[in-house]
DNA sequence: GTAACTGCAAAATATTTGCATCCTT
DNA sequence: AAGGATGCAAATATTTTGCAGTTAC
């Protein structure tokens, strides 16, 4: 199934980078002035999602967010670290940090989702 | 506000207890034999959430687990630790290791929510 | 007896899907 | 031209809330 690149997939795509933070569904919403439709931009993150364009990152909010998370394109495997939400500006942020889990035997991973959720800088 | 030991809350803590694993609110539900109203086992697991007798977690495919954690209840403080999702059997199981992140100066941390999906060892 | 709790219905929130139309390739 | 993508509406799923009646203490 190929892909076209659209102009509502543009203007995420573009959000998105602009951010250098995970948004979600309803930051992109507002970002887009309400003007897109709601279903579309699910189905565009989830296509994205996919295709590992993008990352998607459930907070203990039970939200999903979603991140370009370029320092994962530069190490392609082992994207293995946690977010940062914070709970007063909602900022959702990379931690470089890497982190190695060694599971029990038997075991065999197929996704990592981490999240610590607290007070950030700015806002601390 | 003081807390009345009902029977539905009686008969969801037991659920809990003899899982030994997380649970899903639908499975708790199912276990209920579906004779429970939805609403007040959602009221009952947020209210043992609010009290700190349960455990909240929140997969990677957006729904909410709960758990009794009997480790966390031993170590009372710093019960950092993964939960691990069984993509086949829908398992969610606590793993043992504790885990030590480093915030960047000035974030104040106040939740941890770690999950790793993937394939148990019966199920791989 | 009283305040907390349940059960039901309805509301609020979040996400997906069917379908006709549109637009990229 | 072909078929992937959009936009709208409706469906589905998940969780919360208002309220009247019930029950634990």
């Known amino acids: 199934m190929k892909r076209r690149n659209t102009q509502p997939k543009k203007e995420i795509l ?72 914070c709970l007063d500006c909602g900022t959702v942020e990379c931690l470089d940090k890497e982190i190695q889990i060694s599971l029990p035997a038997g075991y065999v991973p197929e996704h990592f989702n981490g999240l610590i959720t607290g007070h950030c800088r700015r806002c601390s």
């Open 14 to 85: 573009s959000a998105l980078k602009s951010a250098h933070s995970a948004l979600s569904h309803e930051m992109i919403q507002s970002e887009m002035k309400d003007q897109m439709d709601r279903a579309t931009i699910y189905r565009v993150l989830n296509r994205f999602c996919e295709d590992g364009l993008v990352h998607r990152i459930v907070g203990d909010d039970g939200k999903q967010y979603f991140a370009l998370c370029l320092q994962c394109e530069e190490k392609k495997h082992h994207h293995n670290h946690f977010h940062f939400r």
